[in-house]
């Protein structure tokens, strides 16, 4: 992409209303806009980052054998009577009624929805296991929706059902969960740190909250330090392999890890005292198991080989896609801006031409982004007429991993300069190795 025939409506001043790094940086670098009180348009920077996230959600979960599929937004009330949560659900639901009187509401979650699709088609055991999920828009109508993306009242959700015989085989679906989402994370340059939790309205008393250790993050969180010495890496995962994930859970759950909706205090100062931490942490994920919760009240369920009907056990399993941008960015920044993990970065290069219109600068510059194109990377060219200086603090503030900065002088010698946005570090390099560097690192990734 071109900056000139971009649209990227980068912003000088610091909007007052952000009180966030990472809803600052948001705004100034043009990736959303508030439409109103916690619902934003996706400006094309921010929206090619959050289809990044969540495209790595969809591998992910594919790899772990779970189905995408796509339900609406609205939804009718009536199933949500079914469950009992239509009142339950209190103020946070958004109540709609159509032209026909008929009551409906914009959908916080979907268990009661997949149910009835389940109970719909499926009878049988022999259709499970079973795993579906979308990635889809929810409305919760948040008291205090702020901080930008991170609280909003519309925001983006990957949401995942599991339907299983037994109650063991919806626990080993939860570990799947937990592996996939630890990969998931992982992709995106994050720690999240499974912690045991709170079920609230979703149910269950077998939950755990996947947390990003942040200042500024809405939860209370209490661990054992060696929880942030465990990576998952590249370890091959066969996901049929019950006790293989169960020895990831167990890997990642079995230091104290939980949010202040259930800490210990006495079983947190067994922890000798040198690994005892308090923090703040923000929610990027919660997996549940409810067992029977919503099958039995609404009628799901299957005929197992004993001839007998009964009620499938369920879970639910979601990832706040949406909330993970301001997540990773309030991991990933410096004074200067956003410094995007090269698994989610918008763009994979940036070039910046230190003298547009110079002819020699302007071919090195149009080389490059043929070379990188042609490799198959998204460099973003800022082929402004605009001082250096302003240049580079776009750059900056939009965090792009590498950076390629050509000018006449370095031409002279045959070199061009590639930046670590990172590590600030540079090197000289003939254009082609500026270019083998980019493509070599993203084919490592
Ligand atoms: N049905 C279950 C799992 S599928 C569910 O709704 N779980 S949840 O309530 O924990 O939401 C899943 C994730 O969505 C949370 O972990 C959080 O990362 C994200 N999320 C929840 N509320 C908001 C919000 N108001 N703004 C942005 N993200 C949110």
Not at 86 to 112: A, K, Q, S
Not at 217 to 243: C, K, M, N, P, W
Not at 253 to 271: G, K, P, Q, V, W
Not at 400 to 411: A, D, K, M, N
Request: aromatic share 10%.
């Amino acid at each position: 992409m071109r900056l000139t025939r971009y649209f990227l409506p980068v912003l000088k001043e610091t909007p007052a209303e952000a009180q966030i790094v990472s809803h600052r940086y948001m705004l100034r670098a043009g990736m959303i806009k508030q439409a109103s009180a916690g619902i934003y348009s996706w400006l094309p920077l921010g929206f090619k980052v959050l289809r990044k996230i969540e495209n790595i959600v969809h591998e992910e979960q594919q790899r772990a054998g779970h189905i995408p599929m796509l339900m609406p937004t609205l939804q009718t009330a009536d199933l949500w009577r079914e469950s009992g949560r239509y009142d339950d659900y209190g103020e946070e639901m958004l109540r709609i009624t159509d032209r026909h009187g008929h009551d409906m509401l914009y959908g916080p979650t979907n268990e009661e929805l997949i149910t009835d699709i389940f109970r719909s088609y499926v009878g049988s055991y022999k259709a499970l296991p079973l795993t579906l999920y979308h990635i889809q828009w929810k409305f919760r109508d948040e008291r205090r929706p702020r901080f930008g993306v991170m609280r909003g009242r519309e925001f983006l959700m990957k949401d995942g059902y599991n339907f299983d015989l037994t109650k063991e085989a919806a626990l080993h679906a939860y570990n799947r969960h937990l592996v996939s989402y630890l990969r998931s994370y992982e992709r995106m340059g994050l720690q999240a740190i499974p912690m045991r939790a709170d079920g609230g309205p979703i149910g269950g008393d077998y939950t755990h909250e996947f947390l990003v250790l942040a200042e500024t993050g809405e939860s209370e969180v209490f661990y054992d330090s060696e929880v942030t010495d465990l990576t998952f890496g590249d370890r091959q995962i066969d996901y049929d392999d019950v006790a293989q994930c169960q020895g990831v859970l167990e890997e990642f759950t079995s230091r104290y890890a939980r949010t202040d909706e259930t800490h210990d205090e006495a079983l947190f100062n067994e922890i000798p005292e040198d690994r005892r931490r308090t923090a703040r942490g923000i929610e990027v994920g919660q997996i549940f198991y409810f067992g029977t919760k919503y099958s039995e009240v609404m009628d799901a369920t299957v005929i197992n080989d004993k001839q007998e009907q009964v009620p499938v056990h369920m879970g639910s399993h979601g990832i706040g896609v949406s909330r993970l941008l301001g997540a990773i960015i309030e991991a990933s920044h410096d004074d200067k801006g956003i410094i995007w993990p090269e698994g989610v970065t918008p763009f994979h290069c940036g070039i910046i031409n230190l003298r547009q219109g110079d002819e020699a600068a302007d071919a090195a510059c149009e080389g490059l982004y043929t070379a990188l194109t042609n490799a198959g990377l998204e460099p973003l060219y800022d082929d402004r007429d605009e001082r250096a200086g302003g240049k580079f603090a776009t750059m900056d503030l939009i965090g792009l991993p590498w950076r390629i900065t050509v000018g006449p002088r370095g031409l002279k010698n045959g070199v061009v300069e590639l930046t670590c946005r990172k590590t600030g570090e540079s090197v000289e390099l003939s254009p082609e190795d500026a270019v083998a560097r980019v493509v070599g690192i993203y084919s490592a990734l």
